[in-house]
C-alpha cells in the first residue's frame, strides 16, 4: 500500500448532488489534512486533524463536512457544491513532532461540479 | 499580506545550469521550511525540509535558510530535464503548529 491513498481520483457532481472524498494514511501519523488547489493560486488548507481532533478550519463553507473517524482515514463529504467548487482536492499526512511537520500526500481528487 | 510568496516564473535554465528558486515568508516566528516538487497533474512530492538557518545539502539539491531576512532558497545543481516541475515553498507558521502554508509555486523549465 503506498502512503497516503485518495478515492475516487476523479469525480464529475452536479450541484444538488452529496458525495464524499476518503483519504487513508498507512504511515502511522497524527494528523491529516485537507487542502484544496485550483489554477493560479497556493494550495489552501481546509482542515487538519491532531489525533482525530478538528484543530484548524479555515474558514471554509459548510457544504464542505470532514469526518476523521480514527487516525489512518479522512472523509471530506460534499453537499450543494458550486462550479468554483471545482479543484483538485488533496489529502495529507503528517508526524507531528511539535518543531515542525513534514506533509506527505495523496494522490487528490479532480473535482468538477457541473 | 500573503503568507509565502514566490516568484510563479516560469523559469527557464539549460540542462546542466544551476536553477535557483527563491521564497519569502511573512511570519517571522516561523521554525520548519519546506520544498515540493510537483509535476503535471501529480500531487506535490517532499524533496527538502531545512529548520536552521544556513545550508542543507542533499544529492544535487541546497536549501538555504535565513530567517533574519525571512529567506529560503532552493538551489538545483546539474539540473535535468526531469527536473522540470513546479517547485513549492511550504512554511509552519508560528500559530498553529499543525499548519503548513504554501506558496503558489514556481515552474521550472529545464531546456535540453
Known amino acids: 500500500e503506498t502512503g497516503v491513498t485518495q478515492t475516487p481520483r476523479h469525480l464529475v457532481m452536479g450541484m444538488t448532488n452529496k458525495k464524499s472524498l476518503k483519504c487513508e494514511q498507512h504511515l502511522g501519523h497524527n494528523a491529516m489534512y485537507w487542502y484544496k488547489q485550483s489554477a493560479k493560486k497556493p494550495l489552501e488548507l481546509m482542515f487538519v486533524y491532531s489525533l482525530e481532533e478538528r484543530v484548524e478550519n479555515n474558514s471554509v463553507p459548510s457544504r464542505f463536512s470532514p469526518e476523521c473517524p480514527n487516525s489512518s482515514h479522512l472523509f471530506l463529504h460534499l453537499h450543494t457544491l458550486q462550479p468554483e467548487d471545482s479543484a483538485l482536492y488533496l489529502c495529507a499526512s503528517s508526524q507531528f513532532r511539535g518543531g515542525g511537520t513534514e506533509a506527505f500526500f495523496g494522490q487528490g481528487t479532480r473535482l468538477t461540479v457541473v | 499580506q500573503k503568507e509565502v510568496e514566490q516568484n510563479s516564473g516560469p523559469l527557464s535554465v539549460p540542462e546542466g545550469a544551476i536553477a535557483s528558486l527563491n521564497c519569502t515568508y511573512s511570519d517571522r516566528g516561523s521554525q520548519s521550511f519546506f520544498w515540493y516538487r510537483q509535476y503535471s497533474g501529480k500531487s506535490p512530492e517532499l524533496i527538502m525540509s531545512?529548520?536552521?538557518?544556513g545550508d542543507k545539502e542533499d544529492g544535487r539539491f541546497t536549501a538555504q535558510l535565513n530567517k533574519a531576512s525571512q529567506y529560503v532558497s532552493l538551489l538545483i545543481r546539474d539540473s535535468q530535464p526531469s527536473d522540470s516541475a513546479t517547485y513549492l515553498c511550504a512554511v509552519n507558521p508560528t500559530t498553529g503548529a499543525n499548519n503548513l502554508f504554501f506558496g503558489t509555486g514556481t515552474r521550472l523549465t529545464v531546456i535540453p
Open positions: 531545512i529548520y536552521s538557518n
